[in-house]
């Protein structure tokens, strides 16, 4: 399915000349491509041929994720695969990094522009220290990574996120690349009509995609994105006023803000997780339940856990620790995230995983702007192939929420 949602333009967005769109919207059909066509043949390529071969060779079938990559890893398929795989990751960001380093004193300019006519809060503090597992590697093979700067009050590579996550997710997270913000909003809005928090964080926001559908929902709200990019917070900032939105961003590490106790009703965070590691996960959680106000909700949106999934659904997904940069996409998904929670302080008994339908589906049946009724109609319909972007038309959610009275939180 080519060309699902366009981009929507806005003031903080890069503009393209027509051979630098012609080459990115070839790496996001490309990427289609490799989705639709390639990665359908590994399951017949494992069943018939990896897994009698590794039978045979050591007397057992294939007992999980790892048994399952031994056999794949030495089929040519699989290889063509996971090199076509990551050649479009790869193109992807430079098709669009043209367009960023040709006009990026304007870029820098007008972003800085934007963010002084907002009455939103921009803060970035000095020697502020990015976490080791962020810049020792370029994450999801992104130039750059979420906190390199090039130049004084850079945004490139905020701006490089807003663009290539578009061609990446192939237009399934819809025109403003909010989807997942959108999925818990309407969430909310369906299970919990009642709540109506009065402060929001989003934990690990890079440039607001999914920031934003907060302050719409909630436009009372006083809402804070943070991120430990500073030109990717910079960017959000301009990006948002871009938009008329008033929202407040800062370089904060989600391990420890600077934020006073029980500040907000509501912490979120979207496709965070998975991008940290496994002493920074129990010090967020821990921080979100210092950060909430009782009775307030904490949830992280993400993939499911791996014993959600069978073996070889797992190994398909865990090709992105393997061949995107992300190398802690699959030891989260084995980390018992209600046991992180518990000793957070929440109740064991107030925590659980849910399916929040993907934003498109909602407006299936509405005339929202920038949804077509025939695409918002095909992603819906879509079946759950692993590999995609989006998990089957919905998003995984951890729900927790803080114990409602101060006897209560004290005995946790």
């Not at 490089?160 to 997710?169: F, H, I, K, S, T």
């Not at 803000?257 to 979120?268: A, C, E, I, K, Q």
């Not at 589906?361 to 692993?386: I, L, P």
Request: net charge negative; charged share 25%; with cysteine.
């Amino acid at each position: 399915m080519l060309n699902t949602f366009q981009q929507q333009a806005h003031p903080a967005l890069p503009t393209a000349t027509h051979d630098e769109a012609s080459r990115q919207e070839f790496t996001k059909s490309f990427k289609n491509f490799i989705q639709q066509k390639l990665l359908p043949g590994l399951t017949p390529i494992y069943r018939n041929r990896v897994a009698p071969a590794f039978e045979a060779q050591h007397g057992r079938a294939p007992a999980d994720r790892r048994d399952i990559r031994a056999g794949m890893v030495r089929d040519l398929y699989f290889q063509h695969y996971a090199s076509a795989n990551r050649i479009a990751q790869e193109l992807l960001w430079e098709a669009t990094n043209v367009s960023i380093d040709r006009q990026l004193p304007e870029l820098i300019e007008k972003a800085a522009e934007l963010s002084a006519k907002s009455g939103a809060v921009l803060d970035i503090p000095d020697g502020f220290v990015v976490p080791r597992y962020i810049t020792a590697l370029d994450i999801h093979c992104m130039p750059g990574g979420y906190a390199t700067e090039v130049a004084e009050n850079d945004i490139s590579v905020g701006a490089l996120y807003d663009r290539g996550v578009y061609l990446y997710a192939m237009g399934y997270m819809g025109p403003l690349n909010d989807d997942m913000g959108r999925s818990v909003c309407n969430y909310l809005k369906r299970r919990m009509p009642d709540f109506s928090p009065k402060r929001i964080l989003d934990m690990g926001c890079t440039v607001g995609h999914a920031t934003l559908p907060y302050k719409e929902l909630f436009p009372d709200a006083e809402v804070w994105g943070i991120d430990v990019g500073g030109p990717c917070v910079r960017y959000a900032h301009a990006r948002a006023a871009g938009l008329g939105l008033e929202v407040n961003f800062a370089q904060m590490n989600a391990e420890e803000t600077r934020f006073p106790d029980g500040h907000f009703d509501l912490v979120v965070s979207h496709i965070l997780l998975h991008e940290t590691s496994a002493k920074a996960m129990p010090r967020i959680f821990k921080e979100c339940h210092r950060l909430l106000s009782p009775g307030g909700l904490m949830i992280h949106a993400d993939l499911p856990p791996f014993d959600l999934m069978d073996p070889f659904t797992q190994f398909i997904l865990d090709n992105e620790t393997w061949y995107n940069n992300e190398p802690f996409w699959g030891a989260m998904r084995e980390m018992d995230q209600f046991d992180l929670a518990q000793k957070a302080g929440f109740d064991r008994a107030d925590a659980k995983f849910d399916t929040a339908p993907m934003a498109v589906m909602e407006f299936a049946a509405s005339e929202a702007s920038g949804y077509s009724q025939d695409a918002a109609s095909a992603v819906a319909e879509r079946e759950f192939t692993a590999g995609e972007y989006a998990p089957g038309g919905g998003w995984e959610v951890f729900i927790a929420q803080k114990q409602t009275t101060i006897a209560a939180k004290d005995a946790a």
